[in-house]
Protein backbone atom coordinates (compact mmCIF):
# COMPACT_ATOMS: atom_id res chain seq x y z
CA UNK A 1 0.00 0.00 0.00
CA UNK A 2 1.03 3.54 -0.85
CA UNK A 3 0.08 6.64 0.08
CA UNK A 4 0.60 9.88 -2.23
CA UNK A 5 1.29 13.08 -1.04
CA UNK A 6 1.56 16.14 -3.51
CA UNK A 7 3.61 19.27 -3.16
CA UNK A 8 5.01 22.09 -5.58
CA UNK A 9 2.12 23.63 -6.66
CA UNK A 10 1.24 27.45 -6.59
CA UNK A 11 0.97 30.62 -8.60
CA UNK A 12 2.66 31.18 -12.22
CA UNK A 13 2.95 33.98 -14.71
CA UNK A 14 1.73 32.21 -17.98
CA UNK A 15 4.99 30.91 -19.79
CA UNK A 16 6.79 30.55 -16.37
CA UNK A 17 7.58 26.67 -14.38
CA UNK A 18 6.38 24.54 -11.89
CA UNK A 19 7.84 20.92 -10.43
CA UNK A 20 5.68 18.90 -8.79
CA UNK A 21 6.92 16.08 -6.13
CA UNK A 22 4.71 13.18 -5.37
CA UNK A 23 6.43 11.28 -2.71
CA UNK A 24 4.94 8.01 -2.10
CA UNK A 25 5.66 5.72 1.05
CA UNK A 26 5.28 2.54 1.34
CA UNK A 27 8.43 0.06 0.42
CA UNK A 28 6.79 -1.37 -2.98
CA UNK A 29 6.97 2.02 -4.91
CA UNK A 30 8.89 0.51 -7.58
CA UNK A 31 6.03 -1.58 -8.81
CA UNK A 32 3.33 0.93 -9.33
CA UNK A 33 2.18 2.69 -11.98
CA UNK A 34 2.38 6.60 -11.41
CA UNK A 35 0.56 9.22 -13.03
CA UNK A 36 -0.28 12.75 -12.93
CA UNK A 37 -4.08 13.65 -13.36
CA UNK A 38 -5.71 17.56 -13.29
CA UNK A 39 -9.01 18.42 -12.31
CA UNK A 40 -10.15 22.35 -13.71
CA UNK A 41 -13.44 23.61 -12.71
CA UNK A 42 -16.32 22.26 -14.34
CA UNK A 43 -14.76 19.76 -16.03
CA UNK A 44 -13.72 16.02 -15.38
CA UNK A 45 -10.61 14.86 -14.20
CA UNK A 46 -8.15 13.97 -16.27
CA UNK A 47 -4.82 12.11 -17.45
CA UNK A 48 -1.34 14.62 -17.62
CA UNK A 49 1.32 12.01 -17.51
CA UNK A 50 1.90 8.52 -16.43
CA UNK A 51 5.34 6.72 -16.04
CA UNK A 52 5.17 2.75 -15.82
CA UNK A 53 7.31 0.94 -13.36
CA UNK A 54 10.40 0.58 -16.46
CA UNK A 55 10.29 4.40 -16.91
CA UNK A 56 7.60 4.47 -20.07
CA UNK A 57 5.88 7.59 -20.33
CA UNK A 58 3.01 8.83 -21.87
CA UNK A 59 1.45 12.36 -22.23
CA UNK A 60 -1.80 13.80 -22.73
CA UNK A 61 -1.47 15.64 -26.21
CA UNK A 62 -2.20 19.09 -24.85
CA UNK A 63 1.35 18.78 -22.90
CA UNK A 64 3.26 17.31 -24.81
CA UNK A 65 6.73 18.63 -25.12
CA UNK A 66 5.72 21.28 -22.29
CA UNK A 67 5.98 18.30 -19.21
CA UNK A 68 8.37 15.76 -18.23
CA UNK A 69 7.01 13.08 -15.72
CA UNK A 70 10.04 11.31 -14.20
CA UNK A 71 10.59 9.31 -11.05
CA UNK A 72 13.27 8.53 -8.38
CA UNK A 73 12.47 5.02 -6.80
CA UNK A 74 15.11 5.46 -4.55
CA UNK A 75 13.30 8.24 -3.08
CA UNK A 76 9.90 6.94 -3.30
CA UNK A 77 8.89 10.32 -5.34
CA UNK A 78 7.53 11.08 -8.78
CA UNK A 79 8.03 14.53 -10.35
CA UNK A 80 6.03 16.55 -13.03
CA UNK A 81 8.08 19.28 -14.97
CA UNK A 82 6.23 21.85 -16.32
CA UNK A 83 7.31 24.06 -18.36
CA UNK A 84 5.75 26.78 -20.82
CA UNK A 85 2.75 26.80 -18.69
CA UNK A 86 -0.58 28.66 -20.32
CA UNK A 87 -3.88 29.70 -18.29
CA UNK A 88 -5.45 26.42 -19.21
CA UNK A 89 -3.09 24.40 -17.34
CA UNK A 90 -4.36 26.19 -14.04
CA UNK A 91 -6.37 22.70 -12.04
CA UNK A 92 -5.90 21.15 -9.11
CA UNK A 93 -3.40 18.36 -9.75
CA UNK A 94 -3.21 14.71 -8.18
CA UNK A 95 -0.90 12.29 -7.82
CA UNK A 96 -1.83 8.44 -8.61
CA UNK A 97 -0.24 5.08 -7.70
CA UNK A 98 -1.83 1.73 -9.15
CA UNK A 99 -1.07 -1.67 -9.73
CA UNK A 100 -3.56 -4.51 -11.45
CA UNK A 101 -5.36 -4.61 -7.90
CA UNK A 102 -4.59 -1.21 -6.14
CA UNK A 103 -5.30 2.52 -6.64
CA UNK A 104 -3.91 5.44 -4.53
CA UNK A 105 -4.55 9.61 -4.61
CA UNK A 106 -3.57 11.86 -3.64
CA UNK A 107 -5.16 15.18 -2.14
CA UNK A 108 -4.01 17.27 -4.64
CA UNK A 109 -1.91 20.32 -5.24
CA UNK A 110 -3.28 23.62 -7.01
CA UNK A 111 -1.87 24.95 -10.09
CA UNK A 112 -2.69 28.69 -10.65
CA UNK A 113 -1.50 30.18 -14.21
CA UNK A 114 -2.41 33.81 -14.10
CA UNK A 115 -0.56 37.60 -15.20
Known amino acids: QVQPVESGGGLVQPGGSLRLSCAAS????????MGWYRQAPAKQREVVAL???????NYADSVKGRFTISRDNAANTVYLQMNSLKPEDTAVYYC?????????WGQGTQVTVSS
Open 96 to 104: NARTITQDY
Open 26 to 33: GSAFRLYT
Open 51 to 57: ITPYGIT
